[in-house]
């Protein structure tokens, strides 16, 4: 069964089953779809859920495959901040409102940047994926997000 990205689905994600990164250990996995008017697109996903997942994030990874990305999630909406010190890899971030809409997307961010990526809004998730990948695909501003379980 799929739900929109609502994020009460704390409960949900965390019967997907634990993640095989070795970086993460307690990761839980997901498969999210971001659904938009020309093509649905499926990550392989870990998700990051508690302040030191969060706080992790993809540091360190030395690559992320085209179909992967990592999924933060907030116990409620705010205003968030990344910054890429010891992340390797550039990255898209898709910042996620509550009902599951992409209201943001920041492109290519660079490795080692010290310099904060945040959101214009408040959001309950964000979703990184490789850098180029949003453009690639087309995911834009007003998709949706849908998480399998």
């Known amino acids: 069964m799929n739900r929109r990205l609502f ?15 070795p970086y993460a250990g307690t990761l839980t996995e997901g498969v999210l779809e971001v659904r938009s ?7 392989n996903i870990e998700i990051a859920d508690d302040a030191s997942e969060r706080a992790r ?3 360190f990874r030395e690559s992320l495959a085209d179909d992967a990305g990592m999924l933060f999630i907030y116990p409620r ?8 010190k010891n992340t390797y890899i550039p990255l898209d971030m898709l910042f996620i409102a509550n009902d599951g809409t992409i209201l943001q997307i920041v492109s290519q961010v660079q490795p080692h940047s010290l310099t904060p990526v945040r959101s214009d809004a408040p959001v309950r998730a964000v979703l990184e994926i490789a850098g180029g990948q949003a453009e690639a695909l087309g995911i834009a501003v007003g998709d949706t997000v849908v998480l399998y379980r």
């Open 7 to 21: 994020l009460t689905l704390s409960a949900a994600l965390l019967s997907a089953g634990p993640a095989s990164s």
């Open 37 to 43: 008017d020309a093509q649905n697109h499926q990550f």
């Open 57 to 59: 994030g993809l540091m």
């Open 77 to 84: 909406e705010r205003n968030a901040s990344f910054w890429m």
